[in-house]
DNA sequence: TGGATATGATTTCCTAGTCAACTATTGTCC
DNA sequence: GGACAATAGTTGACTAGGAAATCATATCCA
């Protein structure tokens, strides 16, 4: 750990681009940033368009419950749903029968409009997925799923 | 379009999972989130490391060439700075010359915790990654950076 | 019945970014 | 030389989320 160099004063780092979570980064910000930019024309942002879609496929559902699912706290979606509800996209209602419990549901609005931002979605994932051969598609999809199921994760990502 | 069955009201979308960019957000989500565990039992958030980082590196850096390459604005590099000068892990110097211009740099504490940072960084990346096989690390390692490539991505990605 | 407890949702405070306005300094060019 | 443009950094208003306290409702059980 000697140091003879007088010009070389400090350790060498292991090279941070080393590191294949660095690419993954890189990569899925660029992803996610192109998405949101895509959405954001049409006023929603990425986390809105997580929960839109849950809802589309659920069409109603509880608030905590969502929470756990898309790993976010209670106090997150209930800001989200405040959003999307100013915006005339989903409504909240208080159970009748346990007046703690709420369920969001789409309005028709909101329901008309999950289809276009879905074909955003295939849109995004096309620019910057499209061109890779089945081959390496697939590979990296076994991998990334192994990565997955070896460390038990769970959660939608939403950021 | 036309929708006959009544218990099926509305029309599939394609599977959220069925995007690769979806896998790669999980995975790379959770990659930095359990970085960001690691760094927090040292006091410093990811964003603060990849400074410090870039700062062991230049010995001693411009702020707004920082934003660039981290791809944040001066405002943040500009807090972010306060955050590590208030935790003595770097300092400020205003340029004789040209005085509009800083150059930060890391105090000798900073320079001390730069390779113990690097060394979680390092497991962590293990954690995830390690039990890939030569030929899955170098496969995925050459989907990513091609991606970056065709694009002509630049900036670390920081969050 | 009614008080402790559990649970769902909201609210408040905090953090860490962006954006845009602002300050300070330097350079330009008439 | 002096007004004005350009550039670096800072600041303030705003946004989105987390953590924890709080509110509302329901359940349990003595």
Redesign the interface.
Same mark, same amino acid.
């Given at each position: 750990m000697t140091d003879p160099a007088p010009t070389a004063p400090?350790?060498v780092?292991?090279a941070?681009d080393s590191? @294949?979570?660095?690419? @993954?980064?890189?990569?899925?910000?660029?992803?996610?940033h192109a998405?949101s930019l895509k959405l954001e024309r049409r006023g929603v942002t990425v986390a809105e368009w997580v929960l839109l879609?849950e809802l589309?496929?659920q069409?109603a559902a509880v608030p905590s419950a969502l929470a756990d699912r898309l790993g976010m706290t209670r106090g997150a979606i209930s800001k989200l749903a405040d959003r999307l509800a100013a915006k005339g996209l989903a409504t909240r209602t208080t159970d009748k029968d346990d007046r703690r419990f709420q369920s969001l549901a789409l309005t028709p609005q909101g329901?008309a409009l999950?289809?276009e931002l879905?074909a955003l979605?295939?849109a995004?994932?096309a620019e910057?997925?499209g061109?890779?051969s089945a081959g390496?598609?697939t590979?990296?999809?076994a991998?990334?799923?192994a990565?997955?199921r070896?460390?038990g @994760?769970r959660a939608?990502?939403v950021?």
């Open positions: 400090q350790p780092l292991p941070l590191h @294949l979570g660095y690419w @993954l980064r890189f990569v899925s910000n660029q992803v996610s998405f879609r589309f496929e069409e329901r999950v289809p879905a979605a295939d995004n994932d910057f997925f061109h890779l390496e598609r590979q990296v999809e991998v990334m799923k990565i997955v070896r460390l @994760l939608v990502p950021d």
